[in-house]
C-alpha cells in the first residue's frame, strides 16, 4: 500500500493546535483525540479546561490526526 497521498495532501502545520487553544509545543496523545473524535458536529466539549465545539473542519482534522500517528515509526532496539 503506497503512502504517497500523505505527500499530495495540503496539510496547514499548526491549524489543529490553533483550533483546539494550545500551544505548538503541545503534544497530542491518541485517547484525547479518540474522546474528541466521539464528539458530534454541533456538540461541545472540553478540552485542557476550555469549552470547544464541534466543527465538520476540526472533526475532520482529529480524524487525520489519529490516522498519521498510526503511520509513526516504531525504534529499533539495534
Given at each position: 500500500?503506497?503512502?504517497?497521498?500523505?505527500?499530495?495532501?495540503?496539510?496547514?502545520?499548526?491549524?489543529?493546535?490553533?483550533?483546539?487553544?494550545?500551544?505548538?509545543?503541545?503534544?497530542?496523545?491518541?485517547?484525547?483525540?479518540?474522546?474528541?473524535?466521539?464528539?458530534?458536529?454541533?456538540?461541545?466539549f472540553v478540552?485542557?479546561?476550555?469549552?470547544?465545539?464541534?466543527?465538520?473542519?476540526?472533526?475532520?482534522?482529529v480524524?487525520?490526526?489519529?490516522?498519521?500517528?498510526?503511520?509513526?515509526?516504531?525504534?529499533?532496539?539495534?
Amino acid at each position: 500500500m503506497s503512502n504517497d497521498w500523505i505527500q499530495k495532501m495540503d496539510m496547514k502545520p499548526g491549524a489543529l493546535h490553533r483550533q483546539l487553544g494550545v500551544t505548538t509545543s503541545y503534544t497530542f496523545n491518541k485517547s484525547n483525540l479518540k474522546r474528541i473524535n466521539k464528539t458530534s458536529v454541533k456538540d461541545s466539549f472540553v478540552f485542557e479546561g476550555k469549552k470547544r465545539m464541534m466543527t465538520p473542519l476540526l472533526k475532520k482534522r482529529v480524524t487525520l490526526a489519529i490516522t498519521l500517528m498510526g503511520f509513526r515509526k516504531k525504534k529499533s532496539n539495534n
